[in-house]
């Protein structure tokens, strides 16, 4: 990410060096005026010592690895350093001989009247740069400090003598950082996690006799583990926590802090040496408080970028790893009176996960893991607490004895209280998961809790045996989110519609003083006449009974469901949900828009068939069908035999069709049963082509063009099949284009007068309708209808 922004950081200072030469030039012309005002003795000392220092840094760097025997990042600086000095000199090439003389102008100077010109780009600092830059992956943030303070002064002192211009400074900068990101990515960073022979020294030098560590399995985040032996004492577990491991899951976390509000989420340490401090708190307030969590023996720092921590070993094995016959109400009541004695102090854990709950034997439970915790903790952090562990215990326990024995340390006041937060995006991550698959296998009817199989999933569960034990809780969910994804995307749909809407449809293009007013009425009462026939198609091919109002709504919603999604796919999902929503069985709801659309379909061809052979008749004046029927109709047929000669086209197709007729065929043999249901769902999509027929006709007619209904429908139907093809949302661009196209090759309009129609047409049928689609899908969503 760093190399790409550094290389997009360079093309935009030769891009701006060759296009705004005004602004290069008079920023270049107000620092030589502002620099006459500085003394000319101040900038010759600090000039002098910048220029020894930008070297000294990179030697006394060199020195201290030397020291360290670190000689393989030595290495990669000193080849960061050559290719940046053959890059320097590949550039002044060709700024002097190949680039424009607005480049050549803002990246050079002359510092005497009648005198050479300056260096394009400063041949010593960019090295220096690329050098200091890859050794900064794992030296001290005091190194960094040192370097560009140097670098500062040195090229703010040339930048005053005259000896620079701005955007040479600016791109000698870049072009060092994009070497040194370029041999960082090629080469790969260098592993500054430590050693076994580094923590071994180190336990030596906290005052431990260790004689062996092995690796033990890894923590929560990617904390490294290991499990160290004594001459004498308990064994050791020593956790690791480097740069890397806190990297990890940086883009995770990143969402989670932008959906959640801030008290769901726990900010990150920004290094090592927070974490430890972190840590060492919450481990030292639980052993305070009376909860039973190792004991932390000491911390140390291993470098500068890892340091550990030291627990006393406690032998035994976590919830995750205990067989069902092993989790017993004992157990289970230890983990509930530690977490009450967190409470007590105002303590939260946060990650009261399976692997956070450690049963020791012979003994009562432990929690470990105190790493995410918080000190002076709200009570909607510890309620979230409890609502946690209540899902972890349920996932294996079942939920009766979950919320028993929460309620028996707890109270049945404090367990209540955590009821409205039962809810999936307020649990840990691999617990979401664990909910999934628990609620997966218990449809499958292989439950795997311990208790019977009863309606609900697993929160629903939770939360009725809580309501069965404190009736008069509140249940109403809280709010964790400050947005749902579903927002997200309406406001990237929106934002998409205003963009294409501004770049699709420029106003010169459309001649509002020269538009017939009255046409343009008509056009927009038939579009509004197209969402009631298209209701009407919806009704007629449903079993149950639908209220018509909220199903006009749906195919409102429907217009702005289409910016997002390509126009064949958006209105079915949409659909589908709104059936199932209404109290249709989803296998119903699947084959009721399947009738639908497969009835649709064979309209469409019937009507273009039947408005092509009429618009033939039209032009010929006989009855013989158009050349253009009949080749629509022999390509067709020609499709059809290949595919039923080929058999691996063949078998797709068979495979593709044959799940969809196996619901939509006994769903219309049932229809037929039901011939007014049949007289609405056609009628309705007769209405809806003849609507939009009558808009794109109204169109044309606004601007002083005309054609015969059978062209224009024909125009219509033909640009509408490209349109459903087209994988854009909404068929944006495939059918503006058909419909121009068709109105000049078929219909003989001018394109003058066909632009301007086609477009006015999408405007009252596609993007008008966006606000009240927005306004009715959110409506729909509030009162659970979608």
Not at 106 to 114: D, I
Not at 215 to 226: E, F, I, L, Q, S
Not at 471 to 490: G, I, N
Not at 584 to 607: D, E, F, M, N, Y
Request: charged share 15%; glycine share 10%.
């Amino acid at each position: 990410m760093r190399l790409l922004a550094a290389l997009l950081g360079v093309v935009a200072v030769l891009v701006l060096a060759g296009v705004a030469h005004n602004t290069t030039t008079g920023i270049t012309s107000d620092i030589t005026s502002g620099a006459t005002k500085v003394h000319g003795l101040s900038t010759t000392l600090a000039g002098l010592l910048s220029g020894v220092a930008v070297l000294l840094v990179p030697f006394a760097f060199s020195v201290e690895r030397l020291a360290r025997r670190d000689g393989l990042r030595l290495a990669d600086c000193v080849l960061a350093a050559v290719l940046a000095y053959c890059l320097t000199l590949g550039m002044d090439w060709w700024v002097v001989r190949g680039a424009g003389e607005g480049i050549r102008d803002a990246l050079t100077r002359s510092p005497q009247p009648g005198g050479g010109v300056t260096d394009p780009v400063h041949g010593y600092l960019v090295p220096v740069i690329a050098y200091m830059t890859t050794a900064a992956a794992g030296c001290r943030p005091r190194w960094r400090v040192a370097l560009w303070s140097v670098v500062i002064l040195n090229g703010g002192t040339e930048l005053i003598s005259g000896y620079t211009a701005p955007m040479s400074l600016v791109l000698t900068v870049l072009l060092g950082l994009t070497v040194a990101y370029g041999t960082r990515y090629a080469i790969g960073s260098p592993n500054a996690r430590p050693t076994g022979r580094n923590l071994l020294v180190e336990l030596r030098r906290a005052g431990f006799r260790p004689v062996g560590a092995h690796r033990a399995p890894d923590g929560p985040g990617g904390t490294h583990r290991y499990y160290v032996a004594q001459q004498q004492g308990p064994p050791l577990d020593v956790h690791v926590i480097d740069r890397e491991q806190q990297a990890s899951g940086f883009f995770y976390r990143l969402w989670r802090r932008m959906r959640l509000r801030s008290v769901a989420v726990r900010p990150s340490p920004r290094s090592p040496r927070q974490a430890l401090e972190h840590e060492a708190l919450i481990s030292y307030a639980a052993a305070a408080a009376g909860a039973r969590a190792p004991r932390l023996a000491a911390t140390a720092e291993l470098g500068p970028d890892a340091v550990i921590l030291v627990y006393e070993h406690l032998a035994g094995r976590t919830l995750d790893e205990l067989p069902d016959a092993e989790v017993t109400d004992d157990l289970l009541t230890g983990l509930w009176e530690s977490v009450r004695a967190l409470q007590e102090r105002q303590i939260a854990h946060r990650r009261l996960t399976g692997e956070s709950l450690l049963a020791v034997p012979q003994g009562p439970g432990h929690l470990v893991n105190l790493s995410h915790g918080d000190i002076a903790a709200g009570d909607f952090v510890l309620r979230m607490d409890i609502a946690q562990l209540l899902t972890t215990v349920a996932l294996r326990a079942g939920p009766g004895r979950a919320v028993t024995t929460a309620a028996g340390v707890l109270g049945p006041a404090r367990v209540a209280a955590a009821l409205p937060l039962l809810q999936p995006i307020g649990l840990s991550r691999s617990t979401r998961a664990d909910l999934r698959r628990f609620n997966r296998e218990r449809k499958a009817g292989t439950p795997a809790g311990g208790e019977g199989s009863t309606d609900g999933d697993l929160l629903s569960r939770i939360r009725r045996h809580i309501l069965d034990m404190v009736p008069e809780t509140p249940a109403a969910p809280v709010r964790l989110e400050r947005f749902r994804p579903r927002t997200l995307f309406t406001s990237i749909g929106g934002a998409f519609a205003v963009y294409s809407l501004l770049t699709t449809f420029p106003a010169t293009q459309i001649d509002l003083a020269g538009m017939n007013g009255a046409w343009v009425l008509a056009a927009f009462a038939a579009a509004a006449l197209s969402h009631l026939a298209a209701a009407m198609c919806l009704i007629g091919f449903v079993p149950g009974r639908l209220p018509f109002g909220r199903t006009l709504l749906a195919q409102l919603a429907g217009s702005f469901v289409k910016l997002v999604t390509p126009a064949a796919v958006g209105g079915v999902a949409l659909n589908t949900r709104f059936l199932q929503k209404a109290g249709i069985r989803p296998v119903q709801a699947v084959a009721s828009v399947g009738v639908s659309q497969l009835a649709g379909l064979a309209c469409h061809l019937v009507l273009l068939f039947t408005f092509g052979y009429i618009g033939g008749m039209e032009q010929g004046r006989d009855l013989a069908p158009s050349r253009t029927v009949v080749a629509g109709l022999l390509t067709a047929a020609v499709l059809v035999l290949t595919v039923t000669a080929v058999p691996p086209l063949r078998r797709y197709v068979v495979a593709r069709l044959r799940p969809l007729l196996a619901g939509v065929v006994p769903h219309l043999l049932d229809l037929l049963q039901r011939p007014y249901r049949l007289a609405v769902g056609f009628g309705g999509y007769l209405l809806l082509t003849a609507a939009f027929v009558a808009c794109l006709d109204a169109s044309l007619r606004a601007f002083g063009g005309s054609a015969s209904i059978a062209a224009v429908a024909v125009v219509f139907l033909t640009a509408n099949a490209v349109g459903s093809a087209a994988p854009t949302p909404g068929g944006i661009g495939a059918i503006e284009g058909a419909l121009i196209g068709t109105f000049v090759g078929l219909a003989h309009v001018p394109i003058e007068i066909a632009t301007p129609a086609v477009l006015l047409y999408r405007v009252l049928v596609f993007w008008l309708p966006v606000l009240p689609g927005w306004a009715c899908f959110g409506y729909l969503q509030r009162k659970d209808a979608l």
